[in-house]
């Protein structure tokens, strides 16, 4: 996070907890909403004959095309800024992107969505524990509770009852899925003024395109088409209408508002957040498909809402005191060097 949002207050308010979308909350719960349509318009399009192999490089495709230019104007002729991040966005595409989906698919062929989303969404445990092992520092108790909270409410909005059978070769592909969904919130919350959050998205969007049509074309991911009339709830449209969604709303929107909230949020409060993601699938499933909800997957909404507060809580305390002890020391009476200064960068989490 910048560190202006530690140094700007408002009545002895951090300006960054003035309201959700200054601190990236709000950005983050509108991607989530957004991602949220792309299982109904994918549904829609995969009842009409569509493989999902073909629904998601179609989705990645239309979405690096419609990117293209805004992110030409953002670079502004900085063509360099592509070199020298040209690793950010391979592995942003080929890992966040086209793996991350191409792994998943690979779940649910074995697993049922259930269980194969549930597997994939272990993503902020994952980063928890990476965290964990990485500082040496055991999570603080509301980061700890807000993870099993969480994973809880997961469950009870996947709604995963009855017999399931576990194939071992599924859960591989979405524990899979899961870290790739780790690696992608780690690099999408980097800090990096030097490349826009369009031209990441434009740049990732058009290196997994290219993965998912190697992976057709080599025949590792079967592709189907058709041009057949997609539903849509009591409406019948053509099959552009369901793909416009996807690619407009469900991708195009839906990454780059993901990557502005990653940045402001961190990778780990952010990957919290996308959790409401499973939340507001169902609910525009119920809008768009008539699938009504159940009562236990709007208690698990509630639970994955409460554990997404708790976080957040932890690492608002946890800025709040470091500001104080920032400002504790300022007050002591020890001379700054001005490159001092210019490193107390709050850091990414």
Known sequence: MPAANNHTHHAGVPSAQRSPLASGLGIALFSSAVFGLSGSFAKALLETGWSPGAAVTARLTG?????????????????????????????????????????????????????????????????????????????????????????????????????????????????????????????????????????????????????????????????????????????????????????????????????MAARALGSKVASFVSLTEVLFAVLWAWLLLGELPGAIQLLGGVLIVGGVILVRLDELRSAAAAEAAGAGAAAAPRAVSPLEHANDVEPVP
């Open 63 to 259: 979405a690096a095309l419609i990117l293209a230019v805004p992110a030409a104007c953002a670079l502004r002729g900085r063509w360099h800024q592509l070199r020298n991040n040209w690793l950010t966005i391979l592995l942003f595409g080929v890992i966040g992107v086209a793996a991350c989906q191409l792994f998943y698919f690979n779940a649910v062929a074995r697993l049922s969505v259930g269980v194969a989303l549930l597997l994939e969404y272990l993503a902020p445990v994952i980063i928890v524990l990476w965290l964990w092992a990485a500082s040496r520092r055991r999570p603080r108790v509301l980061t700890f509770g807000g993870t099993l909270l969480s994973l809880a409410g997961l469950v009870l909005v996947l709604d995963l009852t009855g017999a399931v059978k576990v194939d071992l070769v599924g859960v591989l592909w979405g524990a899979a899925a899961a870290i790739c969904l780790a690696i992608y919130f780690f690099i999408t919350a980097k800090e990096n003024d030097t490349l826009p959050p369009i031209v990441l998205a434009s740049g990732g969007l058009m290196v997994g395109a290219a993965v998912m049509w190697l992976s057709g074309v080599t025949g590792l991911l079967p592709m189907a088409f058709s041009a057949a009339d997609t539903r849509l709830g009591p409406w019948t449209a053509p099959w552009w209408v369901s793909l416009a969604g996807l690619v407009v709303l469900a991708t195009v929107l839906a990454y780059v508002s993901g990557i």
